[in-house]
Nanobody, 120 residues
Framework: QVQLVESGGGLVQAGGSLRLSCAAS????????TGWYRHAPGKQRELVAA???????NYADSVKGRFTISRDNAKNTVYLQMNSLKPENTAVYYC??????????????WGQGTQVTVSS
């Protein structure tokens, strides 16, 4: 069974940086598209950034130029480098990954989330 575990969240002042990590474990053949979503209080969950196995990326307009998504295929890990953080970035960040398992079945997995709080 595949699991995604996020880490790297925490408290940071506006203008600061955080680096989120999402490590996948289990019977993994390959990891296809991966991404980070966030869910802030009173708001709907939104896509923050995504990256394909080929390295193509997609970002929410609000984070372009500040956030960078990357992946280390050897470690089955995806990262989200967040710079110039703003209070509005406060949310629970969730890792998402489309993973091909040992059964040769592709499934969309979600992590449990990591809290990011940006103070003003």
């Amino acid at each position: 069974q595949v699991q995604l575990v996020e880490s790297g969240g925490g408290l940071v002042q506006a203008g600061g940086s955080l680096r989120l990590s999402c490590a996948a474990s289990g019977s993994i053949v390959s990891i296809n598209a991966t991404g980070w979503y966030r869910h802030a209080p009173g708001k709907q969950r939104e896509l923050v950034a995504a990256i394909t196995s080929g390295g193509s990326t997609n970002y929410a307009d609000s984070v372009k130029g500040r956030f960078t998504i990357s992946r280390d295929n050897a470690k089955n890990t995806v990262y989200l480098q967040m710079n110039s953080l703003k209070p509005e970035n406060t949310a629970v960040y969730y890792c998402n990954a489309d993973i091909l398992g040992s059964s040769w079945t592709s499934y969309d997995y979600w992590g449990q989330g990591t809290q990011v709080t940006v103070s003003s």
